[in-house]
């Protein structure tokens, strides 16, 4: 029997949205002893929401947490990684990134599940779901919702992640599947560079230094019309270009957030004696030699202390990727390292151990009315709306799919073995049990 787990739930309110007339949106976490579902519900009166995907990432303690999608859609993507996540309040083992994709139509005051948790272990477990991105559209317009737990104020964040590797190697914010921060078909980004400002979260210009590229200057204050995107770029074979880049690095007000990545020039070039000592104050370790590589990716802050800069060196492997996250708090000091909103630990709930009892009552579920669940020969199921259904069995195998109309009934694992099944649409999950 799978055991319980202890979840922080996150109720989300705004943080930014892309687009004029934000998504109103929260979370909508419900519990079912040792499975949890992840809903995102629409706030609003008027708009129907129209969902693409949802980037989270998750802090636990096993890795016998598995985190799955209702309805499976191209383009899911999952990195985990072990060590110590720490808060204010909780510390996790593990962080799982997910880029999930999300189909469904959200109507005002509805919800839709996007990801549900189950506990494989013997043990119960601790789950939060935190740095959670929702991309959407509203009558054809796409926007962006970063978001934070229900009446917290003050928690704004950002993640910063390097690609290197791959056909779409760059900085990325929000998630690893996005475009790039420095799109462009105009100039040479042998090694581009973004400045994260610490209190805004926003990429910010060094000083009085202008990007020598014209689709790195697409900023309101250089005359754009909107904030779209900043960088510089530098070509360190040219001797103006290494003189720029150095003073690009002396403006920089302390505490900048800096990223760096380079597809051409290897640490033996970007780490060579006459950049080392201004790259120091990124917290470059001068002292040590780098080795050699085609790509390099750095994330530094100004003013950090000798050693504390990361990076990462690599040689031109083909097909082989490498993404890391950096996390960023508002006003995160020089000493801090953040992996997660403190907000997000607002609210947990213990979620006890016991199995629930399948009952042989008609049951009335998220979208579907089930008849004798559990069953010797099959269920009956009822849609209570429209949509998308996917019967699966407990290692997540697509058993049977289809579409069903308000009011169909259909009739499901008559051809089954036992065990134990379960029924997804967008607006949740039954679970099943054929004996």
């Not at 997000?344 to 151990?353: A, G, R, S, Y």
Request: charged content about 15%; aromatic content about 12%; glycine content about 10%.
């Amino acid at each position: 029997m799978r055991n319980g787990i202890k979840i922080v739930i996150v109720l989300l309110g705004l943080w930014l949205s892309d687009l004029k007339g934000a998504a109103q949106v929260e979370l909508v976490v419900e519990s079912k002893k040792d499975t949890v579902f992840y809903f995102i519900k629409n706030l609003s009166s008027v708009d129907t929401l129209n969902a693409n995907t949802v980037t989270c990432t998750w802090f636990h303690m096993r890795k016998d947490v598995m985190f799955f999608t209702p309805i499976y859609t191209p383009g899911n993507q999952t990195l985990q990684y072990s060590g110590k996540f720490q808060g204010a309040k909780y510390t996790f083992r593990q962080r799982t990134l997910q880029g999930l994709g999300f189909d469904a139509m959200i109507k005002p005051g509805e919800k839709s599940c996007f990801a549900f948790v189950v506990n494989y272990a013997t043990i119960p477990d601790t789950v939060m779901c935190g740095n959670l991105d929702f991309y959407y559209s509203i009558n054809g317009s796409s926007g962006r919702v970063s978001v934070f737990p229900s009446g917290s104020v003050g928690c704004p964040f950002v993640s910063i992640f390097g690609v290197i590797g791959s056909a779409n190697d760059g900085l990325k914010m929000g998630s690893f599947a996005n475009f790039t921060m420095h799109q462009s078909s105009k100039c040479s980004l042998d090694l581009v560079a973004v400045v994260i400002d610490e209190n805004t979260l926003k990429p910010t210009l060094s000083g009085l230094n202008i990007p020598k590229c014209a689709d790195g200057r697409l900023w309101k204050s250089l005359g754009y019309s909107r904030d779209s995107q900043l960088f510089y770029s530098f070509n360190l074979a040219d001797t103006l270009d290494r003189k720029g880049f150095k003073k690009f690095i002396d403006d920089l007000p302390t505490g900048s957030h800096v990223f760096l990545l380079s597809s051409k020039w290897g640490p033996d070039i970007v780490f060579n004696a006459e950049l080392k000592g201004i790259l120091s104050s990124l917290g470059l370790d001068a002292t040590k030699n780098y080795g050699t590589g085609c790509y390099v990716y750095v994330y530094g802050r100004k003013g950090w202390a000798a050693g504390k800069m990361y990076l990462n060196t690599m040689s031109r492997v083909p097909y082989y990727l490498q993404t890391k996250e950096h996390f960023i708090v508002q006003n995160q000091g020089l000493n801090e390292t953040a992996f997660f909103s403190p907000c997000f630990e607002n609210q947990v709930t213990k979620i006890l151990e016991q199995q629930p009892k399948m009952s042989t009552k008609t049951l009335n579920y998220n979208g579907f009315i089930v008849f004798n669940n559990p069953s010797q020969s099959g269920w009956q199921v009822q849609g209570l709306r429209a949509g998308k259904w996917v019967l699966y069995d407990s290692h997540m195998r697509i058993m049977q799919q289809g579409e069903m109309n308000l009011g169909d009934t259909i009739v499901l694992g008559d051809d089954l073995v036992s065990g134990t099944y379960w029924l997804m649409s967008g607006d949740g999950c039954v679970k099943l049990l054929k004996i």
